[in-house]
Structure formats: C-alpha cells, structure tokens
C-alpha cells in the first residue's frame, strides 16, 4: 500500500451549492469569474488547492490547509466574492450559497487519490462529457498541461506517477489503471491490491458526494 507523507493531513473534500437548489452558474463568463476567483484568492492566503469542478449547481473544492489558515476563511472569501458578482448580473439580493457546505475530511493518500478522480470524473458521472478530459470548468487539464498553475498538482503527480499516470488512472473506464512508483517492486501483486482499494474507495466516494448529489435534482 502507498504509505507517504505527500499530501497536507487536514485535506477536506468541499461540495458548495446554492439555497432552495438555485443555479450557480448560467454560462462561460459566470464559471470563468469563479474560477479566476479561485486564483486570485488562493495567491493570498496560506492553503492547498488539490482539484476542482465547477458544474451549473454546485462546486467540488480539494482544499488542504497550511500554516494553521482555516480553509473556511478562504470559502467564505471566494463565495462572499461570487455572490457580490452574481447579485449584481442578475439582479439578486441576498445569500446565494447555503450556510454549511458539504464537508468530508481525507484521511490518507489512499482516499486523497479516490477523491481527486471523483472530482474529474464528476461531468462524465453526470454524462454532461463522455470524457474527463473534454471538461473546461475542472483542474483536469492543470495536471496534463501547464494551464491553471495555481493548481497544488504535485503531490498527486508523484504518487501517479507523473502525468501518463494521472492520465491512465483518470480514464473514463470503471476498472483503474493504475501507474504508481509508490508500489514497491517487491511486492509482486502490489498494482493489483492497490488498483482494488481504490476502486472500492471510489465506490465509497461515490456514496457519499453522489448521494448528496443527487439531492440537488
């Protein structure tokens, strides 16, 4: 099994939505705001940003802390940001996210890797693309490409593999491929008992963010 210390230990999975399950975003300037919103804010204070996905009614964030800054500071930051922006547009008042955001903490690197496919492979669950890949509003293309810089991509690359590992292991197929120099060569069935972990633990997150989910239908 991967035993590293690559990834912050205080990483939680972040699912935001909006009130009574109102839209968040309605085109490419909306979902271009927020995002440019996630870099600018991210540039001043202390924290990991690890993946995203932005989707019409909600926003997957993969956020670790550092230097003792709490993530729900950098939220309330980006959100307050976002909503001043969308009142203005479309002539709203009020709150637009809800109070308290889905929230589930990432104990290991194990679960760091299962939860950061979820969130790729979140349009593709929802059939909005047939591939990960083809998705502009997710930090897919940071790990394949030089774009969305902001983006804490190492720790993820390392444990992959580098970039044809994240690129294997984020295919659209159930059954992972998984390239990782993180299993030791002496053991033989390492891949295959890795490869089965995170597949059971890609199930488990698919639990827990895809119920939830579903909910805002």
């Excluded at 670790?64 to 307050?80: A, M, Y």
Aim: neutral net charge; glycine residues 4%; contains cysteine.
């Amino acid at each position: 099994m991967i035993n590293t210390d690559k990834i912050n230990r205080e990483t939680d999975y972040l699912v935001l939505r909006g009130g009574d399950k109102q839209q968040l975003f309605f085109d490419a300037l909306d979902r271009t705001f927020f995002i440019n919103l996630l870099k600018s804010e991210k540039a001043k204070v202390p924290c990991y940003l690890y993946a995203f996905c932005v989707t019409a009614k909600s926003i997957h964030l993969l956020l670790g802390k550092k230097d003792d800054f709490p993530l729900e500071r950098f939220v309330q930051q980006v959100t307050n940001f976002y909503t001043s922006y969308y009142n203005r547009k479309y002539h709203k008042q009020g709150q637009l996210f809800v109070k308290d955001c889905k929230r589930e903490p990432v104990k290991d690197d194990t679960n760091f890797m299962a939860a950061t496919r979820y969130i790729h492979q979140n349009p593709v669950h929802a059939k909005v693309v047939e591939h990960a890949k083809e998705y502009k509003w997710s930090s897919y293309n940071a790990y394949t490409s030089d774009v969305l810089e902001f983006i804490d991509k190492a720790p993820l690359l390392i444990l992959l593999g580098g970039k044809a590992g994240f690129i294997a292991f984020m295919g659209d197929s159930e059954k992972l491929n998984l390239i990782s120099p993180q299993v030791s060569e002496s053991e033989p069935n390492g891949s295959a008992r890795l490869a089965k972990e995170l597949e059971r633990l890609c199930e488990t997150w698919n639990n827990k963010i895809g119920t939830y989910m579903e909910s805002l239908d």
